[in-house]
């Protein structure tokens, strides 16, 4: 798959106010999109995605490493580079809300130096893609969030690049527009070979929607992997055990030095065996009070219980 953006070993570091002292918000995050991709950029408050994302539209400038787009660089050859790229950031902000929906269009068209015989066309494939023909002539501010977000994301299409970024794209809205949006932006994938990053905290849409996800915690990568391929993973050694009696403090004591991710509630017991031959670890443990077995069945699992096994394995290794 053609490379898109690369992202080469980026560091990112704050000063502290008032202090001497350095903050660390991003230390060597490296990784790349393909054409045509839809990849998740997540991870926990604080962990650094806000920089990366800012670094990648050419708000931040790293301390060190580099960003590509379309084979520029976005320091040295920074016009070439933002070209490429738009995005929506912080919810709808990149529309003016005293406009109508075709003046938003038009104008920001225009700021690309396009005329106005040239986009009208492309307005209106815009407006019957996104649901919006019967709002074009109303003034933003009197839109639905559901309908402000289609159109900062309309928005964010008339710029014609190869890439778009996504900030929490489905934030606020209902079910049924959620599942438009998506819709409509896997069409924008698949069809036009639109290159999207979505930055998220909805894990339905992560799974639903992304081919792949870089998760990122404590300014580090920990996680590059397809989706399907995480999901598989966790399914594979994930158990929920039915006890028929409940687990002595010894046990509890082995439990939590052999398996740091679990839960444990009443006579049930949830845990992630992270290789095959740890089954026979829990079996010891179980057998040191000859504790009875009920049930033992492989938990099926979603993305967000995925995205906290992650991080939660991070923060014990």
């Known amino acids: 798959m053609e490379s898109i953006i690369e992202v080469n070993g980026i560091r990112k570091v704050y000063k502290k106010r008032k202090s001497k002292e350095a903050f660390v918000a991003v230390d060597g995050i490296s990784f790349q999109v393909g054409k045509g991709e839809i990849m998740g950029l997540l991870g926990p408050n604080g962990a650094g995605k806000t920089t990366t994302i800012k670094s990648i539209c050419g708000l931040l400038v790293p ?9 520029y660089d976005s320091v040295n050859d920074r016009n070439k580079a933002l070209r490429h790229i738009s995005a929506v950031l912080e919810g709808n902000r990149n529309i003016y809300w005293r406009l109508t929906v075709f003046e938003n269009l038009e104008y920001f068209a225009g700021n690309r130096g396009m005329s106005k015989k040239e986009i009208l066309p492309y307005i209106e494939e815009l407006l019957d893609m996104f649901h919006l023909q019967d709002k074009r002539n109303e003034v933003v501010n009197n839109l639905s969030r559901g309908m402000q977000q289609k159109l900062a994301i309309c928005v964010a299409m008339m710029a014609g690049t190869d890439v778009i970024l996504l900030d ?6 209902d079910v049924e527009t959620g599942y438009e949006v998506r819709e409509i932006l896997k069409r924008i994938a ?6 999207i990053i979505i930055s998220t905290h909805d894990m339905d849409v992560v799974q639903d929607l992304c081919n792949r996800t870089v998760i990122i915690n404590q300014g580090k990568v ?5 989706v399907s391929k995480l999901l598989n993973l966790f399914k594979t050694s994930a158990y929920k055990i039915h006890l028929k009696e409940s687990l002595t403090e ?8 052999k398996f740091p991710i679990h839960e444990w509630e009443g006579q049930i017991l949830n845990v992630n065996l992270d290789h095959e031959e740890a089954i026979y670890d829990l079996m010891d443990i ?18 967000e219980e995925v995205f906290m096994k992650l991080v939660k394995e991070e923060a014990v290794s």
């Not at 179980?286 to 993305?303: C, D, G, W």
């Open 63 to 71: 301390n060190e490493g580099s960003i590509s787009i379309h084979g």
């Open 168 to 173: 929490e794209p489905t934030l606020g809205l």
């Open 190 to 195: 698949f069809e036009e070979q639109k290159t």
């Open 222 to 226: 920990i996680a590059n992997e397809q």
């Open 250 to 257: 010894e046990q509890v004591k082995h439990l939590e030095h």
């Open 286 to 303: 179980l057998k040191m009070n000859r504790t009875s077995i009920e049930t033992i069945n492989q938990t099926e699992v979603n993305f």
